[in-house]
């Protein structure tokens, strides 16, 4: 079965972080989970692949166990990669990724970090609120003063708090 992937942050970059989006998604949805953001690269031990997790009520341990046990034997068959690499599965915690376009739609008004691939107006990090979607592009209030910027040129960006909310458990 081939799975579309959604647009998501860091695919363009980096070609294994769309595979294990391809690879994991079917997994989780049958599974009842969200698949929520996808980390791949070097940290200091070697190469790190890092799954978020989440579901309604919160994702818990066990799941993250059971995921993680499926996911890596599908990984072994489907996934090349230079090396060895650790996999990691966990829940998205307080300060959750924003990985997918819709990410940035459900969680406007919320207080948001965005470090972008490229700079804008000679600023590549951004806090502020986000404000919402409009076609590619995401919005967000930075200090008083509307900044858009281009969903293919984010590198990265997690909610900086849940405001109270319990996102996850």
């Not at 949805?29 to 940290?43: I, P």
């Not at 996999?87 to 924003?98: A, D, T």
Request: proline share 5%; net charge neutral; aromatic share 4%.
């Amino acid at each position: 079965m081939d799975v579309k992937t959604p647009e998501i942050v860091g695919a363009t970059a980096n070609p294994i972080i769309n595979r294990v989006w391809q690879l994991a998604e079917p997994l989780c949805r049958g599974e009842g989970v969200e698949l929520v953001h996808v980390e791949y690269g070097r940290e200091h031990g070697g190469r790190t692949l890092r799954i978020y997790l989440d579901k309604a009520g919160g994702i818990t341990l066990d799941d993250c166990a059971h995921i993680s046990r499926q996911l890596s034997d599908i990984l072994d068959v489907g996934l090349e990669t230079e090396g060895a690499y650790r996999l990691e599965v966990s829940s998205p915690g307080m300060q959750r990724p924003l990985g997918k376009m819709d990410d940035f739609e459900r969680y406007k008004g919320k207080q948001v970090k965005i470090r972008t691939t490229q700079p804008i107006n000679g600023q590549k990090n951004f806090t502020g609120i986000l404000t919402g979607v409009s076609g590619p592009t995401v919005h967000l209030e930075v200090d008083k003063r509307p900044v858009a910027i281009a969903f293919t040129d984010i590198a990265k960006a997690h909610i900086t708090h849940m405001n109270g909310d319990k996102a996850c458990l």
